[in-house]
């Protein structure tokens, strides 16, 4: 089935540890995001990716960086968690014709 | 700044119908999307508005007036599954989302 598939699907990380969050996505879409999503705040941009070889930042970057070495793979890390980062984090890519995004199915980390 | 506000939380009963609006500030619109997010679920895509006026989708139908900064959810004929949070996000001059905190809609029977 064509989609985003985001791995682990939940994760409990003691704060100072470093995590990966995998992102692979099969629709050949050029962009791709991270987001985090907390109660009451919607979803805010953490990295995109316009196209592979190319990232930038969104709203809330820092304690984050993401790598986007080939079309498919957008893996984001954490270098040293700490409990704010207690999050769903959401990747997702975009069809550039029609501007929808597409929504893998979420990494609910806890930092403790 | 850029800002899109919608209401926190609506209530409505199966078989009526509801109404969500969104209100936006952006640098630049390049279009509207609805989206609908089930609770521990990713959100999918329910709608989108480019052009000023109505986009009807089965019960489901989108407003938008580009000169209000306005756009409304229309779900008609509500069931249960319609439970869920409804996003609202506009693409800025430069094609970024701007997301809006979401709607949660609580169907009673």
């Known amino acids: 089935i064509a989609g985003i598939t985001q791995a682990p699907t939940s994760q409990i990380l003691a704060a100072g540890r470093r995590m990966t969050l995998r992102c692979t996505q099969d629709m050949r879409h050029n962009a791709m995001y991270w987001y985090r999503q907390d109660l009451g705040l919607g979803l805010r941009l953490i990295h995109y990716?316009?196209?592979?070889?190319?990232?930038g930042k969104g709203e809330v970057p820092d304690g984050y960086s993401v790598s986007r070495a080939n079309t498919d793979d957008f893996p984001l890390t954490l270098a040293s968690a700490v409990p704010s980062q207690t999050s769903v984090y959401f990747c997702a890519s975009s069809d550039g014709g029609s501007g929808r995004t597409f929504f893998g199915q979420g990494t609910r980390l806890t930092v403790v | 700044g850029q800002n899109i506000d919608q209401p926190t939380e609506m209530t409505a009963t199966e078989g009526a119908i509801v109404q969500i609006n969104c209100t936006y500030q952006t640098s630049g619109f390049n279009g509207l999307f609805w989206y609908q997010q089930h609770a521990g679920e990713a959100p999918t895509f329910l709608s989108y508005?480019?052009l000023d006026g109505l986009e009807e989708k089965g019960r489901f139908s989108s407003f938008l007036s580009r000169s209000k900064g306005y756009s409304y959810l229309l779900l008609k004929e509500l069931q249960m599954k319609d439970s869920a949070s409804y996003l609202c996000a506009v693409r800025d001059g430069n094609y970024q989302l701007i997301w809006g905190a979401g709607t949660k809609l609580i169907i009673k029977p």
């Open positions: 990716s316009n196209t592979a070889g190319t990232t």
């Open positions: 508005n480019v």
